[in-house]
């Protein structure tokens, strides 16, 4: 965090508001964005792309993640004068990416991915694949979390700071996300 906070220290708009001791990194930024400061959003993408991208990852094929989350920092962009409170930029995006996760299927048309005999790709990368598709059919409760936790390497503190859930709510979806997924490869409890 102090990395961020020394990385806003650049711009004189994010200067002038970073002493107020309830106004976070976000809030800051997002104000910083609405007075013209585009590079502020560059900041805020840095920050928040995992998360859309874990968010979409959980939920549509990977082939079409990257795009999509293009596709929701721009829409978040034009969007910004919307948002009630700056410092729930992350709720909101993490809103806006699972709206448009549900908007893909709605308009997509039935694909298939190519499995591995048709790839013939190494047994790392189809395992990887085999368990991401195992988190998918999770409950949506817990796959969220888990592909943030397990994919995009974040932290319980920062899920649950990004995502607006609570410390103790994403604890609990990784514990029960965990058993689950372990009991779907064959892990027994205890081991």
Do not use: C
């Amino acid at each position: 965090m102090s990395a961020t906070l020394d990385m806003l220290q650049i711009s004189p708009q994010v200067d002038a508001a970073k002493h107020s001791p309830a106004t976070t990194v976000e809030a800051v930024l997002v104000r910083a964005v609405l007075e013209g400061d585009r590079d502020g959003f560059g900041k805020l993408y840095g920050l928040y792309a995992p998360l859309v991208h874990g968010i979409l990852l959980a939920r549509v094929p990977r082939a079409e993640v990257d795009d999509l989350v293009q596709d929701i920092f721009l829409h978040a962009f034009k969007k910004l004068h919307t948002l009630r409170d700056a410092a729930a930029f992350g709720p909101w995006i993490a809103m806006i990416a699972r709206n448009r996760a549900v908007d893909f299927h709605r308009r997509s048309r039935e694909t298939v991915e190519i499995n591995d005999d048709l790839r013939g790709s190494d047994t790392h990368e189809s395992r990887a694949i085999e368990i991401l598709e195992l988190i998918r059919n999770l409950p949506e409760a817990y796959r969220e979390t888990l592909v943030l936790r397990l994919v995009e390497g974040m932290t319980g503190p920062e899920i649950a700071a990004r995502t607006g859930l609570t410390a103790a709510s994403v604890r609990v979806n990784l514990h029960r996300g965990m058993k689950l997924l372990r009991e779907r490869l064959g892990f027994m409890e205890g081991l």
